[in-house]
């Protein structure tokens, strides 16, 4: 079900009804209380709200990371929360790619050594091998497309927060995702430099089609995406503002 970036589905990404508690305490936690969700294929989507409102909570769901307790992840028009392990793993593997404010990358590995973890994780060892020479150069171009290429040997310690989230974000691309989901990817940096990663997020969907769905707190780093939804006591506001017309 690999949707191509030409693709322009309404229905990239869809989440029905959704509804997700957590438990402390024998006190159940309603942190979305069905919220309705249609990310616009080949745009910036924000989502936007503020600190503890469940934006990293649905954005788990939207990457099967976690299940709903009621309510439909759809992923190019099919179901996708319950699908068997195996199909959610290719689709978190193959069909999105992921970014954290924290960038999560590996402390002991160089930042191209970072970007071609996901190959060495998709395949068998013996494939990575012997593709190694076209996946490295595909990580070469990664780090190039995002800015970094002259920090490839470079180790987390030895890198900004923003040369970092630029290797996260060149990781991410290196599968060839057709959506790109991103929790608070500026929210640690300075405002200069988070401008600078928001902007190579939205040159990235404008130049290569990609879909971006973009959590942030920040409503002057969302007002840059395309359309815009907020949420809200657990709920996304349905009538999402568009910020700029498809
Ligand atoms: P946001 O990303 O918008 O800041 P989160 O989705 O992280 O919000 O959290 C929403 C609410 O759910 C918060 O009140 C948070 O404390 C609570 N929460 C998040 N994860 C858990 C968890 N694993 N267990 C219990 N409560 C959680
Ligand atoms: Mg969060």
Known sequence: MKATKKMNSEFVL???????????????????RGVDVDITAGKVNALVGRSGSGKSTLM????????????EIHFCGKRIDNAPRAKRDAYRNQDIGIIFQFYHLLPELSAIENVLAPMMIGQSLWNYFRNRKD???????MLDRVGLLHRATHRPAEMSGGEMQRAAIARALMTDPSLL???????????????????????????????IVMITHDDS???NADVCYRMQDGLLETNGKVVRAA
């Open 14 to 32: 869809r989440a029905c009804n959704v509804y997700k508690s957590y438990h402390k305490d024998k006190i159940e936690v309603p942190v979305l």
């Open 181 to 211: 989901l991103a929790d608070e990817p500026t929210g640690n940096l300075d405002t200069e430099t988070g401008e600078s990663i928001l902007e190579l997020l939205v040159g990235l969907s404008r130049d290569e089609n990609l879909t």
């Open 221 to 223: 780093i969302a007002d």
């Open 135 to 141: 996946a490295k150069r595909r990580a070469e171009a």
């Open 60 to 71: 788990h769901l939207l990457a099967t990371l976690d299940q709903p307790d009621s309510g």
